[in-house]
């Protein structure tokens, strides 16, 4: 099976500009998850998608949101970008386990940039 | 709410050689979830073990066990024959499968390991 996927793997962008980011699970996962690593605060929960629906959310401003499509890709905007955005922005895939819960499967990531 | 310390920041071991690279964590849960995952250099997040709760048995996997103590709350990580492709970040990961809703993953600071030649 193909891995978790993300696009694009770099972005550079102005403050006050808006991203997209992309990701496409591994074949067969409902569940997508994002989280943003930076050297500060480390890797952070961003929220999860399982089935077109935000089933989970962290501790994060209004203008970072997201989308997952029936084909259970998803994407995650952030708004009115800030310095501090800057980040390694990871996408997870996520394999049921038999005793619940999940196993969760990292794409390479998106390095964005902000200047 | 849940927390994962890793109070080790770095580490170094000589290749061939055994490391064990530490991890506590802080729940009031009861079933749980632990991960160990790796991140090379190159930046891909790559899962290496995980302990259910549940579970007295340590996980293994090839090169890579851990020594899981609930009442302590501990989980280590222990890397035997340590090759240079272990050179990597290796944060360790909690979650409770209570629900569909807590699927995220709580991850400590992690830890640089490397292997010298």
């Known amino acids: 099976k193909a891995g978790v996927t993300q696009t694009p793997r770099y972005l550079i962008k102005t403050r006050g500009q808006q991203v997209t980011l992309s990701c496409s699970p591994i074949s067969g996962h409902r569940s997508v998850s994002w989280y943003q690593q930076t050297p500060g605060q480390g890797l952070q929960f961003l929220f999860e998608?399982?089935?077109?629906?935000?089933?989970n959310k962290g501790n994060f401003p209004g203008r970072f949101s997201g989308r997952q499509f029936s084909n259970s890709r998803s994407e995650m905007n952030v708004s009115t970008l800030e310095l501090g955005d800057s980040a390694l922005y990871l996408c997870?895939?996520?394999?049921?386990?038999?005793?619940?819960?999940?196993?969760?499967?990292f794409g390479p990531g998106t390095r964005l940039t902000v200047t | 709410a849940q927390t994962v310390t890793q109070s080790q920041p770095e580490m170094s071991v000589q290749e061939a050689e055994t490391v064990t690279l530490s991890c506590t964590y802080d729940?009031?849960?009861?079933?749980?979830?632990l991960f160990w995952y790796k991140q090379p250099p190159s930046r891909q997040m790559i899962l290496v073990i995980r302990?259910?709760?549940?579970?007295?048995q340590n996980a293994t996997e090839n090169r890579f066990s851990v020594n899981f103590q609930k009442a302590a709350k501990s989980f280590s990580l222990k890397i035997s024959d340590s090759q240079l492709g272990d050179t990597a970040m290796y944060f360790c990961?909690?979650?409770?499968?209570?629900?569909?809703?807590?699927?995220?993953?709580?991850f400590g600071k992690g830890i640089t390991l490397s292997v010298r030649p």
């Open positions: 998608y399982f089935s077109e629906t935000q089933r």
């Open positions: 997870a895939s996520s394999r049921t386990l038999l005793a619940g819960g999940y196993e969760q499967y």
């Open positions: 990961a909690f979650m409770t499968p209570a629900t569909g809703a807590n699927s995220k993953l709580t």
């Open positions: 729940t009031s849960e009861s079933n749980y979830y």
């Open positions: 302990q259910e709760a549940y579970k007295q």
